[in-house]
């Protein structure tokens, strides 16, 4: 029997923000990973504050030089966002692979931050994004970028108090491709083994990029840009045989775990794999 506990549901964020402004509250979003720790009894929470109601942060917005996505927008909204498909397109393919469809209807990018799981899809995607937390309480306002904003698995650098209430990202430009690829244990419902997010401005007429971003989920405690490959990628024509040694330092920046899903071995061979994959795939 699951204990007992009160919620409440502001109609405002500043009736939200003055409910949690004493840090007692547990907040409630979409619930896909809140109601499964309540369930199972690794959080027994006192007061519930459920934040459904704020439609504010359900937008997703365009401000001339960024994208501004509230915090409460599902992995779905995302995907069918014409915004975020135009300007976003590796963050769409990233919330494209979470769960299933009633967890992506369900579940919020907000959340999925605040969680600060090591191998959440959109992690990667927002990280060579450079995307940047927004987050308020009673006494204002600030900004994080998401390196900074995440500290360890599970862990952030959200007072008592706070909430995040928006992600800002800066518009891919048209010269710019992506992709993000993971690997899990199945097609559907499966959490990743490991995960690549590259975006790179790639010349195909002389198969050169700049302004590249790498990032690998699963196998990395805190989720981070790969600047040495990043460097690797710019310094020539990326043919097979560069692309093939990109991909085979990949494990070198990786600390993957062993578990139930992978070994760490497997997890580490994986991203060279996969980095190859996602190289190959851009440049041809």
């Known amino acids: 029997m699951l204990q007992a506990f009160d919620v409440i549901r502001p109609r405002s964020l500043a009736d939200a923000l003055d409910a949690i402004a004493d840090g007692n509250a547990t907040l409630l979003a979409g619930g896909t990973d809140l109601l499964v720790r309540i369930k199972k009894r690794l959080l027994k929470p006192q007061l519930v504050v459920d934040l459904s109601a704020l439609s504010e942060l359900t937008e ?27 300007y976003l397109p590796v963050l769409v393919q990233g919330c494209a692979t979470v ?126 840009r790969v600047p040495e490959l990043e460097r690797m990628l710019s310094q020539g024509p990326l043919d097979l045989q560069a692309i093939k040694e990109i991909s085979e330092r990949a494990g070198e920046f990786c600390a993957p775990i062993s578990d139930l899903r992978a070994s760490a071995e497997y997890r580490r061979n994986m991203c060279s794999s996969l980095l190859y994959e996602v190289l190959y795939d851009l440049t041809s």
């Open 99 to 224: 769960g299933s469809p009633q967890i992506r209807n369900t579940g919020t990018l907000g959340g999925n931050i605040a969680n600060a799981s090591p191998a959440a899809d959109s992690l990667p995607p927002l990280t060579v994004l450079d995307a940047r937390v927004i987050i308020q309480s009673l006494a204002g306002k600030r900004e994080l970028s998401l390196d900074a904003f995440i500290t360890s698995p599970g862990k952030t650098q959200l007072r008592s108090g706070e909430l995040i209430t928006g992600i800002a990202v800066q518009k891919m430009q048209d010269n710019e491709r992506c992709l993000y690829r993971k690997l899990g244990q199945r097609k559907a419902l499966a959490i990743s083994v490991a995960s690549v997010a590259v975006r790179m401005a790639f010349d195909p007429a002389i198969r050169t990029s700049s302004a590249s971003g790498i990032a690998f989920g699963a196998v990395v405690p805190v989720i981070r």
């Open 60 to 86: 997703i917005e365009d401000e001339r030089e960024q994208i501004v996505i509230g915090s409460l927008v599902t992995h779905g909204q995302i995907v069918e966002s014409t915004l975020a498909n135009r």
